[in-house]
Antibody
Framework: EVQLVESGGGLVQPGGSLRLSCSAS????????MTWVRQAPGKGLEWVAN????????DYVDSVKGRFTISRDNPKNSLYLQMSSLRAEDTAVYFC??????????WGQGTMVTVSS | QSALTQPASVSGSPGQSITISCTGT?????????VSWYQQHPGKAPKFMIY???NRPSGVSNRFSGSKSGNTASLTISGLQAEDEADYYC??????????FGGGTKVTVL
């Protein structure tokens, strides 16, 4: 079964850090661009970051540049998002996705990040 | 990286057809064929419905179809069913391996 499973979400204070993980199974992880997409409570989807198959290219939405770092470990079939200097507006469900045909093909179930004091 | 523009809501009766628009600019929707659509039921992860403007992934009903004209892409749902009631999002590749989503459209089956 093709699957992405996120973990690492939780409650963190403003200015704090958190590392999200995404474990892939059922497909050849190393062949896919991977992305993080987030959804604030009651709001729409927002693309956050992506990483090329070999990790050589990374891109971020302007609002997280310099604060978030996307990475991957192909032998472990894992994707990560290191988040620092967190703000209240980063509160969201974070989805891990695999990209095919320049679209978000496979989605995880999401992990909730709450930034609050 | 401005969000694409979608209507907040669209409704229709069972069996009818509805169309959701997704308006961007000549730098995103108008410039690339990489427009995709997603369906999201409450509390669930989005589901991939359409890619490259018109193509359906395996397993997606042929009642869902996509099109594009200029800077506006559209998703049409034919033969509307109760299970189609959900939020729908469009997305476009915008350049340098970055993407943008629309604000989302709530579809209500009357």
């Amino acid at each position: 079964e093709v699957q992405l499973v996120e973990s690492g979400g939780g409650l963190v204070q403003p200015g704090g850090s958190l590392r999200l993980s995404c474990s892939a199974s059922g497909f050849t992880f190393r062949n896919y661009w991977m992305t993080w997409v987030r959804q604030a409570p009651g709001k729409g989807l927002e693309w956050v970051a992506n990483i090329k198959q070999d990790g050589s290219e990374k891109d971020y939405v302007d609002s997280v540049k310099g604060r978030f770092t996307i990475s991957r470990d192909n032998p472990k079939n894992s994707l990560y998002l290191q988040m620092s200097s967190l703000r209240a507006e980063d509160t969201a469900v974070y989805f891990c996705t695999a990209v095919s045909w320049n679209a978000f093909d496979i989605w995880g179930q999401g992990t909730m990040v709450t930034v609050s004091s | 990286q401005s969000a694409l523009t979608q209507p907040a809501s669209v409704s229709g009766s069972p069996g009818q057809s509805i169309t959701i628009s997704c308006t961007g600019t000549s730098s995103d929707v108008g410039d690339y064929k990489f427009v995709s659509w997603y369906q999201q039921h409450p509390g669930k992860a989005p589901k991939f419905m359409i890619y490259e403007v018109t193509n359906r992934p395996s397993g997606v009903s042929n009642r869902f179809s996509g099109s594009k004209s200029g800077n506006t892409a559209s998703l049409t749902i034919s033969g509307l069913q109760a299970e189609d009631e959900a939020d729908y999002y469009c997305s476009s590749y915008i350049s340098s391996s970055t993407w943008v989503f629309g604000g989302g459209t709530k579809v209500t089956v009357l």
